[in-house]
């Protein structure tokens, strides 16, 4: 079964809206969680990581008043994108890695993605 | 900087058949991980397989294989006796360190057509 889970899964709001999106894991406690942006066809883009307790670190380019993130707490990171325009309407995925796996060959654990409409 | 290169925006094999995903990555550090997720249209990421810097035997998981040759730096997926299941897009990724808590740059991706 999933291990990190992604709500909601799709959004369609009107412009001006501001949007939260959650990110949970499920069985394991994450430290640190990652949140994308994709476009069709395109590659996962990192947009930030999330680190519990502390301010998320935040990629080159990305508006950090546009997309704020929240990791609360162990289990809980959310993203959320305010007074959303048409052109923020993406695919938004977060992941996150079990800090406690034995070795560095823990895939990251993705939630089943956020695919948000601004009209 | 890590990079990861797909040069193969798309492929297609026929049914029953085998292919192979190319990935070329570059990276200064000497301990990194790489990883091939395959994403169906519905848009989850499921995890394929895993490679470490370390490795020295190919990382095999039932049809998935990692062609790893680490002095061209490259980590090609092959996938064996195809299924119409596997139409996806396929990425590889490349993770530095040796912990589980840092980042992933992905490549730009392959989609896979399987061809009845």
């Known amino acids: 079964g999933a291990v990190v889970s992604q709500h909601p899964s799709r959004v369609i709001c009107k412009s001006g809206t501001s949007v939260k999106i959650e990110c949970r894991s499920l069985d394991f406690q994450a430290t640190t969680m990652f949140w994308y942006r994709q476009f069709p066809k395109k590659s996962l883009m990192l947009m930030a990581t999330?680190?519990?307790?502390?301010?998320?670190?935040?990629e080159q380019g990305v508006e950090k008043d546009k997309f704020l993130i929240n990791h609360a707490s162990l289990t809980l990171s959310t993203l959320t994108v305010t007074s959303a325009h048409p052109e923020d309407s993406s695919f938004y995925i977060c992941?996150?890695?079990?800090?406690?796996?034995?070795?560095?060959?823990?895939?990251?654990?993705f939630g089943d993605g956020t695919r948000l409409s601004i009209l | 900087a890590q990079k990861i290169t797909q040069t193969q925006p798309g492929m297609f094999v026929q049914e029953k058949e085998a292919v192979t995903l190319d990935c070329t990555y570059d990276t200064s550090d000497q301990s990194y991980g790489l990883f091939w997720y395959k994403q169906p249209s519905s848009g989850e990421m499921i995890f394929l397989i895993y490679q470490g810097s370390y490795d020295e035997q190919n990382a095999t998981e039932g049809r998935y294989s990692l062609n790893f040759q680490k002095a061209r730096k490259s980590a090609n997926l092959v996938i064996s006796a195809s299924q119409l299941g596997d139409s996806a897009m396929y990425f590889c990724?490349?993770?530095?360190?040796?912990?589980?808590?840092?980042?992933?740059?992905f490549g730009d991706g392959t989609t896979l057509t399987v061809k009845p």
């Open positions: 990724a490349m993770r530095e360190g040796r912990t589980n808590a840092g980042k992933s740059t």
């Open positions: 992941s996150a890695s079990n800090p406690r796996g034995p070795n560095s060959n823990q895939p990251q654990h």
């Open positions: 999330s680190n519990e307790g502390s301010k998320a670190t935040y």
